[in-house]
């Protein structure tokens, strides 16, 4: 990270650093999974991204994860969330404690002694079956009820390692036991991880750490299983009624293989956690890199409220928080050609204020200029340029839509405006779950003429489900925001003035950011 | 012999799921025959069972006094799912269950065992259900398909423990009436009385039909029955050469490395789709938790 300062350019923004600097991974932890009733997700809402990102096909989701989310309260620790703005940096103890109190409910009973213990359990298909019920919610329009159950109950039925199985994976990756790699090492976990758990602990340099451990010989399992590309496409075949299913297939293989690798999941976070960097509302933990190997992600504790404690918050905290959330991923992909796969609700720590922390970054996709020109192109004509025709070439361009399809412009643009309604006119308005379900409805309506000559292609398959997730996301929240206003701003061929007072606070930084960059070193 | 059609194979994931769970107690009083820390409890809850279960039936049929009781007397045609389903939950009651629920479920087959009487029409011999040979045939058929399916696509036993488990299953064939005397306790034994038997064994158009039925049943959902192909090539993989030559199975490819992770593979999906069933992740985790508990021990 860059700390230099330019005379004359003012680092206002490192309050926030330290306490950006402390957040928790704890998200992960209890909270990260919550009541399936309780969050009512079919509410989900879908607009449409900024860019086209969500342009619509596709999509959808709406069973966000939160489907299958347990929400593991402890009421006690919840009070220490901290609202209204109070600093939510805490010393490297309480912060410890604070993790420990919001431990996870895990079946310590069933602990997986052995990595054969892990291979039965993850072994011949299930880690892979795992980390799809995992993406489920963002590819899973089409399960049928029994599969939708098979997925979440396999996420369920996944124990933690016992204390000593997880002590040997960072012996063998640090080189040392946990107790003499930390000042401080809880050997029980306070989450689980998909393919691993989360430790507490305190680096012996006194910070406040959340460990991901992988399970033991779960990386080359999965990858192994992965090549079985038959029955993956016979599962999703299940799972994904449309016609991308090669492509999504493809794309998910990767994006796990990637997730298999810890290693990618940190550079990822420093990514995000160094452009982020002053930000006034957003904030990502930071990584310990020295701690940090294919099997093992050490970053910052940080403390916050959980998703579902928000449904207690005032609506004005709920849009603020809904707000950042936006800026978040729109900020990503347009200025770091990036998106997290992983919008789950579980994944935000909220501190009031709009200010929100970011955690878990192993599901990232990134784009390339070529890959997002596109989406921009379409966002641009239909919503900026307001040239249907245009717009169609667009879609063509991308890879949506058949060059030859005998249809109408009129058609096309009637069919896909619902996916852009959020942001095709400036305007406050509220997201809701029956505009989700609609957008859904629409895209899923196979007997639409447009149906046999759309389809995604496979740069895109994940993003624009996982879209879907975040608008589900900002919809549990009844998030209301000129989305117009924000695209705007973020737009890189709009590049409008700030619309909002964080997006004022948003220039500030940027011009800070800027300022810090031109600086020779 | 009649000539009924069989009933579609609706429901088979369900109600054999349902059947596992009905065998698996909410709290035990005692361990029941095997117990946790048993070979048979590892081998009972591993992988390779769909493939265990199919080629015991497999084998099982081949003996024509046994088949035909099954085919003049059960309404197998009419209901084989639901006959499927109570063999599953019987064999989970003797595994799982406590020494009480076994001894009453055995009791309940001998029960029915005593009205299953007839002559076979193929080979004009009279059978009766609660003949200890034929019994006898039953139970080895499945101890030794449970090794066999194991080998290829569980979990490798060390010869100790398949002897062991051998050993183990002597008291599931004395809990339906074959007297311990007659009943192999050893790999070795196992595989002399299978020699013994073999001249007896031949495929009758009443096994030939009834297992044509369950290589590709009819009425599965479109995934499962992708899936139930290759439970169905595991299990003929694994049957002995000779069982297929009755059959008239023409001689499968070698079983490769690739070919036996691809069933593997494909047994993990069908063991997670059963796994979405209700009950069945409790059922598993109150036997896991005692296994666990029993090996820490």
């Not at chain 2, 079983?255 to 069933?277: C, F, H, K």
């Amino acid at each position: 990270m860059k700390r230099t300062q330019c005379s004359g350019t003012q680092r206002s923004g490192t309050h926030e650093r330290g306490t950006n600097a402390a957040r928790m991974n704890a998200a992960r932890m209890n909270a990260a999974r919550m009541n399936a009733a309780r969050m009512n997700v079919r509410k989900a809402a879908a607009a449409v991204a900024i860019g086209g990102a969500a342009a619509g096909l596709a999509l959808a989701l709406l069973r966000l994860r939160l489907g299958r989310l347990r929400f593991d309260r402890g009421k006690a620790a919840l009070q220490l969330a901290v609202r209204g703005g109070a600093r939510y940096a805490g010393s490297a103890p309480r912060l410890f404690a604070v993790a420990g109190a919001r431990r996870e409910l895990l079946r310590h009973d069933l602990a997986l002694q052995t990595a054969e213990d892990v291979a039965v359990t993850l072994g011949a298909m299930k880690g892979v079956l795992m980390k799809i019920g995992q993406m489920a919610s963002y590819v899973d329009d089409g399960l049928s009820p029994a599969v939708r159950r098979t997925l979440s109950r396999l996420q369920d039925s996944v124990p933690p390692m016992s204390p000593e199985l997880a002590a040997r994976v960072v012996e063998e990756e640090l080189g040392l036991p946990p107790e003499r790699a930390f000042a401080q090492w809880d050997p029980q976990p306070i989450a689980a991880a998909s393919i691993g758990q989360v430790h507490r602990a305190i680096t012996l340099d006194g910070r406040a750490v959340a460990v991901k451990v992988q399970y033991p010989g779960i990386a080359e399992t999965i990858a192994a299983d992965l090549g079985n590309v038959a029955l993956l496409r016979r599962m999703l075949r299940i799972t994904a009624p449309s016609q991308d299913v090669d492509a999504l297939i493809a794309e998910l293989r990767d994006r796990v293989l990637e997730e298999l690798d810890y290693r990618r999941e940190a550079d990822n976070q420093r990514l995000m956690a160094a452009y982020y960097d002053g930000h006034p509302t957003i904030g990502v933990p930071g990584i310990v890199p020295e701690l940090s190997t294919r099997r093992l992600v050490t970053s910052e504790l940080s403390d916050g409220a959980r998703f579902a404690e928000l449904a207690g918050w005032s609506q004005e905290e709920r849009d603020l928080a809904a707000e950042t959330i936006y800026r978040f991923v729109f900020r990503s992909l347009y200025e770091i050609h990036a998106f997290n796969g992983d919008p789950h609700p579980g994944n935000y720590l909220f501190h009031g204020g709009g200010r929100v922390t970011f955690l878990d970054f192993g599901l990232v996709k990134h784009f390339t200029l070529a890959e997002l020109q596109p989406l921009m192109q379409m966002a641009r004509t239909l919503c900026v340029d307001n040239d249907p025709e245009a717009f169609r070439r667009s879609m063509e361009v991308a890879g949506f839509l058949r060059p030859d399809a005998p249809l109408s412009t009129e058609a096309i643009v009637e069919h896909m405006a619902v996916f852009y309604d959020t942001i095709r006119e400036p305007g406050r308005l509220t997201m809701t779950g029956d505009y989700a379900s609609a957008v859904v409805r629409r895209f899923f309506d196979l007997r639409s003429p447009l149906a046999q000559y759309v389809s995604v292609p496979r740069s895109y398959v994940i993003l624009q489900r996982i879209n879907l997730g975040l608008f589900a996301v900002l919809g549990e929240l009844s998030a209301t925001a000129n989305w117009r206003a924000i695209a705007e701003e973020i737009w890189p061929f709009v590049q409008g003035p700030p619309s909002t007072p964080m997006g004022e606070a948003e220039a500030g930084w940027r011009a800070r950011r800027q300022a810090i960059a031109a600086c020779p070193a | 012999m009649t000539a009924d059609p069989y009933a579609a194979a609706t429901g088979l994931i369900e109600r054999s799921a349902a059947a596992f769970v009905s065998g698996v107690p909410d709290t035990n009083a005692d361990d029941g025959f095997f117990g946790p820390a048993s070979v048979t409890w590892r081998v009972s809850t591993g992988l390779a069972s769909p493939v265990a279960g199919l080629r015991a039936l497999l084998m099982q049929a081949l003996h024509p006094l046994a088949m035909a009781g099954v085919d003049q007397h059960s309404d197998w045609r009419r209901d084989p799912v639901g006959r499927l389903a109570a063999t599953s939950a019987y064999l989970a009651t003797i595994s799982f269950g406590e020494r009480a629920a076994a001894q009453r479920a055995a009791a309940r087959v001998r029960r029915i065992h005593e009205h299953v009487r007839g002559v076979d029409p193929v080979t004009g011999r009279q059978y009766a259900a609660g003949d200890p040979a034929l019994l006898l045939w039953v139970h080895v058929a499945l101890v030794e398909s449970a090794l066999a399916a194991g080998r290829e696509f569980g979990l490798p036993l060390p010869a100790r423990d398949a002897d062991r488990y051998v050993a183990e299953m002597t008291v599931a064939a004395e809990l339906v009436g074959v007297p311990a005397a007659m009943i192999p306790s050893s790999l070795a034994a196992l595989e002399r009385y299978i020699e013994s038997v073999r001249p007896v064994l031949r495929c009758t158009p009443a096994a030939s039909e009834s297992m044509a039925y369950l290589l590709d049943p009819p009425g599965l959902d479109e995934d499962v029955a992708e899936i139930w192909q290759d439970v169905r090539d595991g299990a003929i993989a694994v049957l002995p050469a000779w069982a297929r030559e009755m059959y008239g199975y023409s001689e499968p490819p070698a079983l490769t490395a690739e070919r036996r992770t691809e069933i593997r593979q494909a047994l993990g999906v069908l063991d997670a789709v059963v796994l979405g069933e209700p009950g069945v992740l409790e059922a598993r985790q109150r036997i896991a938790v005692r296994m666990r508990t029993a090996r820490r021990a």
